[in-house]
T-cell receptor, first 112, second 114 residues
C-alpha cells in the first residue's frame, strides 16, 4: 500500500495553462505539505496544512493555490503556468506532534 | 532561522569502502535532525532521525549518524557501501515536534564505483 501518493507522476504542459496535482496519504496524518525541488535538487517548502488549515505559506506566487478537501488529501492548483514553474513537486505528510515527514514519489512538471 | 550545510556536492566511493557524508546545521536550541535518501526518479525516504538521547543513531540500510552538538554536525556513515546506495542524500533540520518546518540541505550525490 502506497503511504503518500501523487498524481500525475509526469505533467507536460504549455505556458499559460492551468494544472492541478493531487496528493493523498493513507497514514492517518493530520499534516500535509507541498515542496518544490528545483533542477539543482534544492528542496523548498511551499505550503503546509494541518487538519485542513493552512499553517505555512512560504513566498510563493499567488498562481499557486493549495486546497485540502479533507485531512487525507492536499491538492495543488497552478494557474497561468510559467517556464520557471518546471520542477519536481513533492507532497509529504507527518503525524501530529512529530517532526519526521513522509514523502510521495513526486510529480515532474515540465512547462514548454 | 535554521539552516543546513552539506559541504560535499558529489562524492564517489568504491563498492565496499566506508562512507561519511557531512552535515552541519545552524539552530539555536536542540534540533531535530534527519537524513533522507532520494534514488533517481524517486521520492525521499527517511534513513534515520535524531531527537534526543543517544547521540549515535541507527537507521535503515545499515546507515548510522552521530550528533555532535559541539560541532553542530550530524554526519552520516556506512561501513561498507553497496552499489545500490548510489543516490542523493539530504540532511534536514526541524525545530521540534509539531513545528511542521523542515529545512533541507542542498544534498550530496553519492556515486559508487563497482
Amino acid at each position: 500500500d502506497t503511504a503518500v501518493s501523487q498524481t500525475p507522476k509526469y505533467l507536460v504542459t504549455q505556458m499559460g495553462n492551468d494544472k492541478s496535482i493531487k496528493c493523498e496519504q493513507n497514514l492517518g496524518h493530520d499534516t500535509m505539505y507541498w515542496y518544490k525541488q528545483d533542477s539543482k535538487k534544492f528542496l523548498k517548502i511551499m505550503f503546509s496544512y494541518n487538519n485542513k488549515e493552512l499553517i505555512i505559506n512560504e513566498t510563493v506566487p499567488n498562481r499557486f493555490s493549495p486546497k485540502s478537501p479533507d485531512k487525507a488529501h492536499l491538492n495543488l492548483h497552478i494557474n497561468s503556468l510559467e517556464l520557471g514553474d518546471s520542477a519536481v513537486y513533492f507532497c509529504a505528510s507527518s503525524q501530529p506532534l512529530a517532526a519526521e515527514q513522509y514523502f510521495g514519489p513526486g510529480t515532474r512538471l515540465t512547462v514548454t | 532561522a535554521q539552516s543546513v550545510t552539506q559541504p560535499d556536492i558529489h562524492i564517489t566511493v568504491s563498492e565496499g569502502a566506508s562512507l561519511e557524508l557531512r552535515c552541519n546545521y545552524s539552530y539555536g536550541a536542540t534540533p531535530y535532525l534527519f537524513w533522507y535518501v532520494q534514488s533517481p526518479g524517486q521520492g525521499l525516504q527517511l534513513l534515520l532521525k535524531y531527537f534526543s538521547g543517544d547521540t549515535l543513531v541507527q537507521g535503515i540500510k545499515g546507515f548510522e549518524a552521530e550528533f555532535k552538538r559541539s560541532q553542530s554536525s550530524f554526519n552520516l556513515r556506512k561501513p561498507s557501501v553497496h552499489w545500490s546506495d548510489a543516490a542523493e542524500y539530504f540532511c534536514a533540520v526541524g525545530s521540534g515536534a509539531g513545528s511542521y518546518q523542515l529545512t533541507f540541505g542542498k544534498g550530496t550525490k553519492l556515486s559508487v564505483i563497482p
